[in-house]
């Protein structure tokens, strides 16, 4: 079976855990559109594939680690497209959750995820506690509102940001929980892994903002064009076209530049490579190379 | 200091750890809003009571527990309070966190309670790893989507539903869960204290459903009369006003003598039976016979 088949069977298990034959139905349907089918699931695949690059990680607490990191991750999601938010109809090429259901699905939908990514990891089975909190620690700050997700959210309510903090927040915190957690569950220390996490958030994010622009809705899944319409912080507003593209490549250097020197995993530079090209791919390349041309002719 | 104070003071020492100097203002004031001035403190003080009927209780653990629980329970009313839910512009007396802010700051100080909840717990200063992490499985589990918060409320989104089980979950769950952490931070047999729980949270929501009916906002620091104009369930529309209050009365009753017996702790009964007349007092009942006597003159 293939990482990513098992990937997707561990996430099924988890969920089915999120209901009981006596549970609502409509909310497990709402938790189950925001998680199947699932985008790239970039930071589950992230966080085992560094814990995979050692010889000794808790396998049991590296694959809660993902399903809890990619559930939040979900949560997030459904909560942004909220209408008070990005008003959002449209995600990963289907209706977004309150569209499907309602409103108050999709609240709650959001809300349960968080609770049962906690639970869920909480109860996995490991004797090594020590790790556990740590992970637990990690993962609870990334989605939290001193500097997590939550946090990033939050940026959109205020009169003044800083785009690099917002962006750190709201897309990187997550990836370097992603990171540090898979090196947690390794009892590796994880300060080394930080800014490997760190830039290769900032490059998603770079990524998303370049997509925003040049995509169409159908290559993406969801509305493109928002930041632009909502007024939002965007590298690609901030830099130009080009700028942002010039900006993730260098940012893809620095991630695979950051690999820890003990850790000479090749799986690891070859995923990051190639996610580099899934994310702006050369279609994507000579369109901006279009649109900075006229944009100047 | 009084034992409320000091649940004060570590309520505002968990929140201020929320957020920082660089982190969202208006997040932290939205949080701040819905966690004080806070209401009776009913759960954490259940938690702490329990735990403080033992000797040898860790101190650390049930004051974390305690706070986590309150947290949950302030980012439930948070939610609940949303336009698309109770739409409820009143909460303690003063606007609702949605109407004071936006619902924007709502829906994210909700989601950063519950957040933070876990992460205060899950880094409480604390060698008992296993009694952390039954408490962790027990809170998760009480706001849960399986039988907790989250499940009791998505009930009023299906076409059917048990009333006993609706309150069983959007209410029980929590105080069960307080009960049960306080004595999980003894390292106590659990289930000695779940009926215990189960009913204290029963006679509570009967308790609202009561002031729901006859009570005035002012008294109750929110909009009355909801239960009818939503058409949501109650048991003061299920079993008639006086009813519901004998009914009330018998939980109390059942509440007390389902303490176990080797805890012979008279603080918490007396704790119970003044709740009780905090919660259906001697005016509230008099106005019920009045009510009752009106309807069937």
Known sequence: MKPESILELHLKNALSKCSSPG????????????????GARIRPRLCLAIADSFDNYDKNLAIAAAVAIEFLH????????????????????????????????????GDALIVEAFRHLNNCQTRHFARL?????????????????????????????????YQRE?????????????AASAGSEIENWRLFGEKLGEAYQVADDIRDVIAH?????????????LGRMSSARELGLSGAVAY??????????????FNNDAKLTKLIRNEAIRLVPKKGRIKVQKIDRKAFS
């Open 23 to 38: 549970s609502p139905k409509r909310l497990h349907m709402a938790m189950h559109h925001a998680v199947f089918p699932g």
């Open 133 to 165: 909190r740590l992970v637990l620690n990690l993962v609870t700050r990334s989605v939290g509102s001193v500097s997590g997700i939550i946090a990033g959210q939050a940026w959109e309510c205020e009169k003044r940001a800083s785009l690099e903090q």
């Open 248 to 261: 993730f490549d260098n940012l893809i250097d620095e991630v695979v530049a950051s690999v820890p020197k």
């Open 170 to 182: 709201k897309t990187g915190a997550l990836f370097e929980a992603a990171v540090m957690s898979g």
């Open 217 to 229: 809705p159908s290559d993406v899944g969801k509305p493109t064009g928002r930041d632009e319409v």
């Open 74 to 109: 979900c949560a997030s999601l459904v909560h942004d497209d909220l209408p008070c938010f990005d008003d959002a109809n449209m995600r990963r090429g289907r209706p977004s959750v309150h569209k499907e259901f309602d409103e108050r699905l999709a609240i709650l939908a």
